[in-house]
């Protein structure tokens, strides 16, 4: 079985700092990771993603996640913050072979609030 | 192109009622997803369609729960009896990519609101 951690479920940084998000999995094979933002009234929007290539992945908006397979983590982070980052992120995993499917198991969320 | 679309957006009903919800993938997209998020907790998976047939309904939390998707386009996940721990978000994703591609990105919708009185 897998399961997904987030350390904070709020997170407070000043417009311009670094936005640091993280995320801690378990899992008995090679997991595939995710991270998602959700804004207000919208649907889950996916960040970015790791799928065995590159550890270092880049996504949309600036931000970017490593991942780490000694410490089982793939934090998200953001050198600058901006307003427009305030919103919910999702970290999950997939595990995508026979017994687990596709489906994704999430983090329970991190709220980032950006103070101007 | 649209986006993956659910309805209603906000429900509020009394425990024993029934309660249906609808979800309409983005067009071409076989898979089909529905997670829930419980206040305060996690959003968890239900079930995976592709096309009309339920690949995965490991999620699925009791027989109150009846998730139908009729000539593989859209979805509705009826809840009957609903009960006060039902609450909470219902989401909906599709994809496009075949089974167990690691090139599979789930879209999801905005969600819809339940709130059982």
């Known amino acids: 079985a897998q399961s997904v951690t987030q350390l904070g479920s709020h997170v407070s940084v000043s417009e311009g700092a670094l936005v640091l998000l993280r995320c801690n999995y378990s899992s008995s094979v090679p997991p595939y990771l995710f991270w998602y933002v959700q804004y207000p009234n919208q649907g889950l929007q996916l960040l970015l993603k790791?799928?065995?290539?590159?550890?270092l992945v880049k996504g949309i908006n600036g931000f970017e996640a490593e991942f780490k397979k000694s410490e089982t983590s793939f934090h998200l982070t953001k050198p600058s913050a901006h307003m427009s980052d305030a919103a919910e992120y999702f970290c999950?995993?997939?595990?995508?072979?026979?017994?687990?499917?596709?489906?994704?198991?999430f983090g329970g969320g991190t709220r980032v609030l950006v103070k101007p | 192109e649209a986006g993956v679309t659910q309805f209603p957006s906000h429900s509020v009903i009394e425990k024993g009622q029934t309660v249906t919800l609808r979800c309409d993938p983005i067009?071409?997209?076989?898979?089909l997803y529905w997670y829930r998020r419980v206040m305060g907790k996690e959003i968890k998976f239900l079930l995976h369609?592709?096309?009309?047939?339920?690949?995965?309904e490991s999620g699925m939390p009791n027989n109150r729960f009846l998730a139908e998707r009729t000539g593989g386009t859209y979805s509705t996940l009826k809840v009957q009896p609903a009960e006060l721990e039902d609450s909470g978000v219902y989401f909906c994703a599709s994809s496009q990519e075949g089974f167990l591609s690691i090139q599979e990105t789930q879209y999801f919708g905005p969600g819809t609101r339940l709130l059982v009185l």
């Open positions: 067009s071409g997209h076989d898979n």
């Open positions: 790791y799928t065995s290539a590159a550890t």
């Open positions: 369609f592709v096309k009309e047939s339920k690949q995965d």
């Open positions: 999950a995993v997939s595990l995508l072979h026979k017994a687990a499917g596709n489906k994704l198991t």
